[in-house]
Nanobody, 115 residues
Framework: QVQVAESGGGLVQPGGSLRLSCVASGIHFRLYDMRWYRRVPGSQRELVAKITRGGRSTFADSVKGRFSISRDNAKNTTSLQMNNLKPEDTAVYYC?????????WGQGTQVTVSS
């Protein structure tokens, strides 16, 4: 059974940092590209960051220079380090695992940036 689970969300002040983690079980993790998306109620889902199975990372323009993404294939984990957070980063963040038509999602974790 495949499970994707995010953790690490919470409330943080502007300028602060959070680290989101995603554990994906039941898959050959090293084969999968891993993505982080976010969604604000009433808006479309936004791709925030991606790390390929080869370790190549890409980011949305809105988070470049502030967010980083990493993966640990031994632990079936991907992480999103978010620095210098802004109120507009407030959203539910979702982890996605994708490979060859196999597409799995977590339940999401809320990130709120507010003073």
């Amino acid at each position: 059974q495949v499970q994707v689970a995010e953790s690490g969300g919470g409330l943080v002040q502007p300028g602060g940092s959070l680290r989101l983690s995603c554990v994906a079980s039941g898959i050959h993790f090293r084969l999968y590209d891993m993505r982080w998306y976010r969604r604000v109620p009433g808006s479309q889902r936004e791709l925030v960051a991606k790390i390929t199975r080869g370790g190549r990372s890409t980011f949305a323009d809105s988070v470049k220079g502030r967010f980083s993404i990493s993966r640990d294939n031994a632990k079936n984990t991907t992480s999103l380090q978010m620095n210098n957070l802004k109120p507009e980063d407030t959203a539910v963040y979702y982890c996605n695992a994708d490979w060859d038509g196999h597409d799995y999602w977590g339940q999401g974790t809320q990130v709120t940036v507010s003073s």
